[in-house]
């Protein structure tokens, strides 16, 4: 992975010295041998981390397949683990995504699915904007019946400082279409990833 900023108005240079500028507020020095490298693994990991800036997820899903034997019915990819960070403290958040659509006459392959979860969770989110970006784009794209997103994710924000509640997930979800229309085919969902029907 690259480790060059995704936006060429920074240097690779300024990235490194602001780190070492958050060192020294931290009360660090910098200079002292074990944080000479700091800096530079600091962007390197950035690169990695927020590579989704460079991405744009709805290509993954331009390519589809036409030959399902006349398959329609709901297409689920369980447990999509991912990390993200929160924009509001640059926090990780730690989480799985569950994606499920109803094909109309074509389905994508099911690794693009989780690159799509993949392309917008490596940019700074929040989790509600990130379950509706995911549903969205697989709704735009491939214009099925309807998308199904649920995510279930932990946010370090709120475990590692703050309130510090160890523990705690936050669920989110996006139902467009025929999961949104007809309750049947929400349940039917909601089954195939473990959450238990209302009754």
């Given at each position: 992975?690259?480790?060059q900023?995704?936006?060429?108005?920074?240097?690779?240079?300024?990235?490194?010295?602001?780190?070492r500028?958050?060192?020294?507020w931290?009360g660090?020095?910098?200079?002292?041998e074990?944080l000479?490298?700091?800096?530079r693994?600091?962007?390197?990991?950035?690169g990695d981390w927020?590579?989704g800036y460079?991405?744009d997820?709805a290509?993954?899903?331009?390519?589809?397949?036409?030959e399902?034997e006349?398959?329609?019915?709901?297409?689920?990819?369980r447990?999509?683990?991912?990390?993200?960070h929160?924009?509001h403290?640059?926090?990780?958040i730690?989480?799985r995504a569950h994606v499920?659509?109803?094909?109309t006459?074509r389905?994508v392959?099911?690794s693009?699915?989780?690159?799509?979860?993949?392309?917008?969770?490596?940019?700074f989110?929040?989790?509600?904007k990130?379950?509706?970006?995911?549903?969205?784009?697989?709704?735009?794209?491939?214009k099925?019946?309807?998308?199904?997103v649920?995510?279930?994710?932990s946010?370090?924000?709120?475990?590692?400082?703050?309130?510090?509640?160890?523990?705690v997930?936050?669920?989110?979800?996006?139902?467009?279409?025929?999961?949104?229309?007809?309750p049947r085919?929400?349940?039917?969902?909601l089954?195939?990833i473990?959450v238990?029907?209302?009754?």
């Amino acid at each position: 992975m690259s480790d060059q900023p995704q936006h060429h108005d920074v240097t690779r240079e300024q990235a490194e010295e602001a780190v070492r500028t958050l060192l020294r507020w931290a009360g660090e020095d910098p200079a002292r041998e074990g944080l000479l490298d700091t800096p530079r693994r600091v962007v390197k990991a950035y690169g990695d981390w927020f590579s989704g800036y460079a991405d744009d997820p709805a290509e993954y899903l331009k390519r589809t397949f036409k030959e399902v034997e006349g398959y329609d019915e709901m297409v689920v990819l369980r447990d999509i683990e991912f990390e993200s960070h929160c924009e509001h403290h640059m926090a990780p958040i730690i989480g799985r995504a569950h994606v499920g659509y109803m094909p109309t006459n074509r389905v994508v392959g099911i690794s693009k699915l989780a690159r799509v979860v993949e392309g917008y969770a490596r940019r700074f989110q929040v989790q509600e904007k990130l379950t509706a970006q995911i549903a969205q784009c697989i709704n735009e794209t491939l214009k099925p019946r309807g998308v199904a997103v649920v995510i279930e994710a932990s946010h370090e924000c709120m475990t590692t400082r703050g309130v510090h509640k160890r523990g705690v997930s936050m669920v989110t979800s996006q139902m467009l279409g025929s999961f949104r229309d007809d309750p049947r085919t929400r349940g039917e969902f909601l089954q195939f990833i473990g959450v238990p029907r209302s009754r």
